[in-house]
Every structure is written in structure tokens, then in C-alpha cells.
């Protein structure tokens, strides 16, 4: 199906991982898709990767906290097409560090990546969305924001942020026909994540957790990304959906 047909899709974090997995989803569906990431070559790659099976795809390299990197990209956006539909804001980093041996730099640099960087690229993107009278934007939040997990009170500030910025800008931008909703990934089989486990019990354990038996891919988080961002879900701004194989309910 070609749910995006002649969109224009903005993505970070695209070089890998739930980013990779939505910008080929989205491709494959008829957008135009632009990959931003501060791993240039990874995302270069993914592109390539969509070019050469006849999908629109442009990569770049690009750190989504600094607002004048992300601003070419959406110049160069508006420069090919005119427009720009959905917004993905996916970048950011999950580095563990307890609380109490936590300095203050590693502190702002949670919220410098993973936070800021939601502000600055909606900020951009907006604009364009407000004067077309549509446009979607989905936020990545995660599962900790409900469960909690030690050693990653940072992060976690960062994506219970995320939330509330979803929630208080949807009503701000509803009367324009924009929409806002958020994501809480679980447990996501991913090639970052595989760098963390200790061993195949650590990732055994988020399995027996969630109510499905099976690891959570980033195609699974694509799939609701896609579905955020196309007429399927035109009534829906304001929301947070959990996709966790049923890890939390609420």
C-alpha cells in the first residue's frame, strides 16, 4: 500500500534501529523520506539502501539538538517538495549512570539530546505543517517512562517530558489540523540494545515480562509510527500508545 504517497517524512535517529526500521517503512509506502543522523554514513547507507530498490530517500549527516543542523534539512525539504507531512522525532541516547554518581554534565547532556532536540526540530517543521493546514508529528517516547529502571533516572525525565510536550502541544496545534501523539517503545530488539546485554538470561527477561513471547522489533514500532502519521488516525492527537508485547497496561 502506498500510505504516504508524496509525503514528505522527516526522521531522526535514522541511521539504525527503530529510525532505520521507520524511514524503510515509510519509503516502501510512498514517502519521500529524509534520514537524519549524527552517524552520517549509517544513514547514507540506509538511503542507499531504498534508492536502490526505486524508493525516494535523502540521508543526512546531522545532530538533531543543534537547530541550525536540522534546519537544512528541512530546507532542503521545503527546496524538493514544497512541504513536509510527518515529523519522527526518534534521536537519542540511553547511556546508564547511577543517580548519585551522576555529574551534572551527563545530566544536560540527556536532556540536550534526547529533549531538546524534540524542540527544535517540531519548532522548524511547524511552521510548514500550520500554513498547509495538515501535518503529523510523532514523538518516541519509552515503557521506563511507566515502569521505571535503574540507572537511567535521566533518561527517563527525558521521555516523561516528551510525553507532556505531546500532550500540551496537540492542544495547541489541533486548531490547525496538526496532529501530536507519542510512542512508548518496550524492550526493542535492536543492534544498540544487543550492546548491553550480559548475556542471553538479561534479554530472556524482557520476554517473560511481556504478555506476547517474542521479541519487539523496530518494524513493530514502525508499523504504529505509519499508522500515526496517515488517515488511519485522523482523529487522534494527544495520545501516547504503548507498544511493549504487553509488558505494561494501562
Known amino acids: 500500500m502506498d500510505l504516504l504517497k508524496n509525503k514528505v517524512a522527516i526522521v531522526t535517529g535514522a541511521a539504525a534501529g527503530i529510525g532505520a526500521g521507520v524511514a524503510?517503512?515509510?519509503?516502501?509506502?510512498?514517502?519521500?523520506?529524509?534520514?537524519?543522523?549524527?552517524d552520517g554514513a549509517g544513514?547514507?547507507?540506509?538511503?542507499?539502501?531504498?534508492t536502490s530498490r526505486g524508493y525516494s530517500a535523502f540521508a543526512f549527516e546531522a545532530d538533531a539538538s543543534r537547530r541550525e543542523q536540522m534546519a537544512k534539512v528541512v530546507d532542503d525539504a521545503i527546496a524538493r517538495f514544497g512541504s513536509v507531512d510527518v515529523l519522527v522525532n526518534n534521536a537519542g541516547i540511553y547511556p546508564r549512570q547511577p543517580f548519585l554518581e551522576m555529574a551534572e554534565e551527563q545530566w544536560d547532556t540527556m536532556?540536550?539530546?534526547?529533549?531538546?532536540?524534540?524542540?527544535?526540530?517540531t519548532q522548524l517543521v511547524l511552521p510548514h505543517m500550520v500554513k498547509q493546514k495538515s501535518g503529523a508529528v510523532v514523538n518516541i517516547a519509552s515503557v521506563t517512562f511507566?515502569?521505571?529502571?535503574e540507572h537511567l533516572t535521566?533518561?527517563?525525565s527525558t521521555k516523561g517530558?516528551?510525553?507532556?510536550?505531546?500532550?500540551?502541544?496537540?492542544?495547541?496545534?489541533?486548531?490547525?489540523?496538526?496532529?501530536?501523539n507519542a510512542i512508548t517503545p518496550g524492550a526493542i530488539e535492536t543492534e544498540g540494545e544487543k550492546k548491553l546485554m550480559t548475556s542471553e538470561e538479561a534479554e530472556a527477561r524482557f520476554v517473560i515480562n511481556q504478555s506476547l513471547k517474542r521479541r519487539i522489533t523496530p518494524l513493530d514500532i514502525a508499523r504504529v509510527c505509519l499508522f500515526l502519521s496517515t488517515p488511519l488516525s485522523d482523529a487522534m492527537t494527544g495520545q501516547t500508545l504503548n507498544v511493549d508485547g504487553g509488558w505494561i497496561m494501562h
Do not use: P, W
Not at 146 to 149: A, I, R, S
Open 24 to 38: 524503510k517503512l515509510f519509503a516502501e509506502n510512498g514517502a519521500h523520506v529524509f534520514l537524519a543522523d549524527l
Open 43 to 50: 544513514a547514507k547507507s540506509v538511503a542507499h539502501g531504498l
Open 111 to 121: 536532556q540536550q539530546i534526547n529533549l531538546k532536540s524534540v524542540y527544535h526540530c
Open 146 to 149: 511507566f515502569t521505571g529502571l
Open 154 to 156: 535521566h533518561y527517563i
Open 161 to 180: 517530558a516528551i510525553i507532556g510536550f505531546t500532550r500540551g502541544l496537540a492542544r495547541e496545534v489541533g486548531v490547525h489540523n496538526v496532529r501530536v
